[in-house]
């Protein structure tokens, strides 16, 4: 019964929901709407509070056990807990304080602070310094892509070559239709490539929707999908 239940309602409203996409009555539209914002979010409030939990669950686990790199999980669980506050106390932006913001003392002082304080100051700079380290990795993995072993790597360093000339001066000085052909490559064949690829990924998408509505994969359901 335990996994009956949520087979028969992921059947009924993965049906629904296909239905709602192609069936304009004003009811089923009101339903489809309930679904997608109401129920939506009250799933999204579980989840948090669920994720939460494991993710304390799994670094309390790392540091009592001295797991390897369990120092980095105090950083984790410390940057959880400021996050947490400022967020309460603060709200996300300077015109919405937080739900604490009248609580006076503390909550008076942190509500100087908010999430967009912490995005600003703390998370850009982290994703800066993380892609300008990528760079180099990039690179590497390029040099060792662009190696024109067969007929497709070969096509591959052509066009790598032709698009990152054009796209800087020199290369308009050399030959001056580079650019234009560069940006015909983006244009039409790396756009009918990217289309050729959603169109499978679609499709994937399709199939594994099918089979977790029809009951056929169960992986979902925990315990080895049986």
Known sequence: MKRRIPLI????????????FVVPHPSVRGVDDV??????????????????????????????????????????????VVSAILGLFGGIDPNAPGVLFRAGGVGQFLSNFHMQTLYDNIMVPLAATMFAL????????????????????????????????????????????LPAFAEWILTVPNTAAKRGIMFGVGLGTIATSLKIILGIERGWLGGGGS
């Open 9 to 20: 309602l992921v059947l009924v409203l993965g049906i629904f929901a296909a239905i709602a």
């Open 134 to 177: 990528l760079a180099f990795f990039m690179a590497s993995a390029a040099y060792r892509a662009f190696r024109a072993r067969n007929l497709e790597a070969t096509l591959l360093l052509v066009a790598a070559f032709v698009l990152m000339l054009g796209a800087v001066p020199l290369g308009r000085m050399l030959i001056k239709p």
């Open 35 to 80: 679904m997608r914002n109401d129920v939506l979010r009250i799933i999204g409030a579980f989840s948090l509070v669920l994720g939460v939990g494991s993710i304390i669950r799994h670094h309390y686990m790392k540091i009592k056990r001295k797991a390897e790199h369990w120092p980095y999980s105090w950083v984790t669980l410390s940057t959880l």
